[in-house]
């Protein structure tokens, strides 16, 4: 089973801070998908990365893949409250399956 | 287009009871997921469905737990007897490609 590791698992900072969270893993993935999930919501896809070394820009959030495709980076600037929820990756498990990381719970103070 | 719904949204109830999660997957999608999701282990998939079949019930914990989806636009997550242990927020999903549309989840209480 291949599996995902998310860090830190909960990062809290003022608003204004630039910061970064990594989804690692030790197996090669074909894709990497990125979800925030707001309290009280289900996952909701921001981005997915297919090529070793892609970067993709979404606003202030900049999304890398690494190039042996195992990792996976999300760096957002000048963070704001509305960036507060919980951030999951995820990668293709065979023919259909996703597995998801952990998550990484944001909290952006005011 | 709602998107994926799911009801109730709140369950609570006392062990022992049976509890029946329902979900309605957007049209037009084939592929629809349940998920478990807790603090401690984060999101898990139950079992998923491929134009209404069940494919993968790895996930299902145990005997009281099934699902069924007699339809394209339906499926039902059940737990017969339902123990404290399985308090958690279940998510359903709908797919399109490996873009999974989720619902808002129902949050369940077991007392």
């Known amino acids: 089973t291949q599996l995902l590791e998310q860090s830190p698992q909960f990062l809290s900072i003022q608003e204004g801070e630039n910061l970064t969270v990594y989804c690692n893993s030790s197996?090669?993935?074909?894709?990497l998908q990125w979800y925030r999930q707001e309290p009280g919501e289900g996952p909701v896809l921001l981005v997915t990365?297919?090529?070793?070394?892609e970067v993709k820009k979404l606003k202030r959030l900049t999304f890398q893949f690494g190039d042996a495709r195992k990792d996976s980076s999300l760096h957002i600037t000048a963070a704001q409250p509305g960036d507060t929820g919980l951030y999951l990756c995820?990668?293709?498990?065979?023919?259909?399956?996703?597995?998801f990381g952990q998550g990484t719970r944001l909290t952006i103070n005011p | 287009d709602a998107g994926v719904i799911q009801s109730p949204r709140h369950e609570v109830t006392e062990m022992g009871q049976e509890v029946t999660l329902r979900c309605k997957p957007i049209?037009?999608?084939?592929?629809l997921f349940w998920y478990r999701q807790t603090m401690m282990r984060g999101l898990e998939l139950l079992i998923y469905?491929?134009?209404?079949?069940?494919?993968?019930d790895s996930g299902m914990p145990e005997d009281r737990f099934s699902a069924k989806m007699p339809n394209a636009s339906f499926s039902t997550l059940k737990i017969q007897p339902s123990e404290p242990r399985d308090s958690a927020v279940y998510f359903c999903?709908?797919?399109?490609?490996?873009?999974?549309?989720f619902g808002p989840g129902t949050r369940l209480t077991v007392l």
């Open positions: 995820a990668g293709p498990q065979g023919a259909q399956k996703l597995v």
């Open positions: 197996s090669v993935f074909s894709s």
């Open positions: 469905f491929n134009n209404n079949v069940p494919i993968d």
């Open positions: 999903a709908s797919t399109l490609g490996y873009q999974e549309f």
């Open positions: 049209s037009g999608h084939n592929s």
């Open positions: 990365v297919v090529t070793g070394g």
